[in-house]
């Protein structure tokens, strides 16, 4: 298992993106907190044969993994709905992403992430270029009521009220300025995310199939 060391992030000193956007087709995956990214990427795993990187869950485990130099660093700011630098997510990304490559994986959905334009930038700049980004746009009563509903059982330290607020608050003004931009590029496809799963994902492949995507036979 790849892990982050103590030196400079690679991808900070490199002059151009890691993998072509020719042979390696990358999906960024926006929306709110509780807008339902996860639940629609196991879908899209499931029928399309993606490689699912969720930001978020590289982060918990780098936060969790024994040793790590940002465990602290990343719990703090998970709780408090904040990003965190963007080398380190970056890093964490582009690690597994040389992983999918050497398992011959070359379609890629990037969950939860970029959520800031910086990381949008440096991304693109130093990883890959997004071929587009997949919006689930949901209002947040529907997202709050969803996610006090999964803190019940996720056990994860961000899904209550308090931390719930923040992470809307950051989503609004340092997300959706990253859905903007890539809008302005002609690169958002954007799905209502306000009806059941299934609904949503019928939507999501009926979209998907307008931009060339098929479900694997
Ligand atoms: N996070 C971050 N950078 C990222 C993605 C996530 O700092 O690029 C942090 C941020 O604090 C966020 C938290 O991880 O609030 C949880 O993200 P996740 O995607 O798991 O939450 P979701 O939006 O799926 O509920
Ligand atoms: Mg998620």
């Given at each position: 298992?790849?892990?982050?060391?103590?030196?400079?992030?690679?991808?900070?000193?490199?002059s151009?993106?890691?993998?072509?956007s020719?042979?390696?087709?990358?999906?960024?995956?926006?929306?709110?907190?509780?807008?339902?990214?996860?639940?629609?990427?196991a879908n899209?795993?499931?029928?399309?044969?993606?490689?699912h990187?969720?930001?978020?869950?590289?982060?918990?485990?780098?936060?969790?993994?024994?040793?790590?130099?940002?465990?602290?660093?990343?719990?703090?700011?998970?709780?408090?709905?904040?990003?965190?630098?963007?080398?380190?997510t970056?890093?964490?990304?582009?690690?597994?992403?040389?992983?999918?490559?050497?398992?011959?994986?070359?379609?890629i959905?990037?969950?939860?992430?970029?959520?800031?334009?910086?990381?949008?930038?440096?991304?693109?700049?130093?990883?890959?270029?997004?071929?587009?980004?997949?919006?689930f746009?949901?209002?947040?009563?529907?997202?709050?009521?969803?996610?006090?509903?999964?803190?019940?059982?996720?056990?994860?330290?961000?899904?209550?009220?308090?931390?719930?607020?923040?992470?809307?608050?950051?989503?609004?003004?340092?997300s959706?300025?990253v859905?903007?931009?890539?809008?302005?590029?002609?690169k958002?496809?954007?799905?209502?995310?306000?009806?059941?799963?299934?609904?949503?994902?019928?939507?999501?492949?009926?979209?998907?199939?307008?931009?060339?995507?098929?479900?694997?036979?």
């Open positions: 298992m790849p892990v982050l060391t103590d030196q400079v992030p690679a991808h900070t000193t490199r151009g993106p890691l993998f072509s020719d042979k390696t087709t990358v999906i960024f995956v926006l929306g709110g907190p509780g807008a339902g990214k996860g639940t629609q990427c899209l795993v499931r029928d399309y044969g993606f490689k990187l969720s930001a978020g869950d590289l982060l918990r485990e780098e936060q969790d993994r024994e040793g790590s130099q940002f465990g602290q660093m990343i719990k703090d700011y998970i709780k408090d709905g904040k990003i965190v630098p963007k080398e380190v970056i890093q964490l990304l582009e690690n597994r992403m040389v992983e999918a490559e050497k398992e011959g994986k070359h379609m959905l990037i969950d939860g992430f970029p959520r800031q334009l910086d990381q949008a930038i440096s991304f693109e700049e130093k990883v890959c270029v997004s071929a587009f980004t997949l919006f746009d949901c209002p947040e009563d529907e997202m709050q009521r969803r996610l006090l509903d999964r803190g019940k059982t996720s056990g994860r330290s961000d899904d209550n009220i308090e931390s719930i607020k923040k992470r809307f608050r950051t989503f609004v003004e340092t959706m300025p859905v903007n931009a890539f809008e302005k590029q002609g958002v496809v954007k799905v209502e995310a306000i009806k059941t799963p299934e609904e949503v994902y019928q939507d999501v492949k009926v979209k998907l199939a307008e931009r060339g995507l098929k479900v694997n036979a």
